[in-house]
T-cell receptor
């Protein structure tokens, strides 16, 4: 049973507008949440993360919001650019250092940014 | 040059054959991982190693084995390949301290016919 769920397999957004990607999790022991971006024929690359002690983390055009009570996080991309077209994976890990790197992934959301 | 290098990038093999996927890294990380990606399922952890003498099973280890030949090298073997092992395989590394982020190789697309 998947502990990290991305219920939207795809998202189409116009260039310049906001992209909002959603992720839900079921395991209350998760303590770190990460977003990865993946282009075809490449490996996932780290985008942004958030610890459970925070509810928001921002890095340039990318902001991740965490709602622990709802077990929900979202990634906002503002403004969206054509180079943002990729598959985005939500991932989670536990609190202990033994959990670091051992990530539970969602199924991914394909984002297409149109001109 | 990639920090995490996987070979081969693509492989087609027959059912029942033994196959090895190799991974090497220049990041100096102690921890290495093998993940498998299937459509609609995301990435799932097959095996992981926290140092040269440490090997651990992940979520989906059946049908696979690994070898950690050195800090920088971690190989994945399919002893007798079967068609449902057709997938995209990723090697990853992470530091022992300083965060939970994992760094991925470019992947190996394996097809078992």
């Amino acid at each position: 049973d998947q502990q990290v769920k991305q219920n939207s397999p795809s998202l189409s957004v116009q260039e310049g507008r906001i992209s909002i990607l959603n992720c839900d999790y079921t395991n209350s022991m998760f303590d770190y949440f990460l977003w990865y971006k993946k282009y075809p024929a490449e490996g996932p690359t780290f985008l942004i993360s958030i610890s459970s002690i925070k509810d928001k983390n921002e890095d340039g055009r990318f902001t991740v919001f965490l709602n622990k009570s709802a077990k929900h996080l979202s990634l906002h991309i503002v403004p969206s650019q054509p180079g943002d077209s990729a598959v985005y994976f939500c991932a989670a890990s536990g609190q202990s250092t033994d959990s670091w790197g051992k990530l539970q992934f969602g199924a991914g959301t394909q984002v297409v940014v149109t001109p | 040059d990639a920090d995490v290098t996987q070979t081969p990038r693509n492989r087609i093999t027959k059912t029942g054959k033994r196959i090895m996927l190799e991974c090497s890294q220049t990041k100096g990380h102690d921890r290495m991982y093998w993940y498998r990606q299937d459509p609609g399922l995301g990435l799932r952890l097959i095996y992981y190693s926290f140092d040269v003498k440490d090997i651990n099973k992940g979520e989906i280890s059946d049908g696979y084995s690994v070898s950690r030949q050195a800090q920088a090298k971690f190989s994945l073997s399919l002893e007798s390949a079967i068609p449902n092992q057709t997938a995209l395989y990723f090697c990853a590394t992470s530091p022992s301290w300083g965060g939970t982020e994992a760094f991925f190789g470019q992947g190996t697309r394996l097809t078992v016919v």
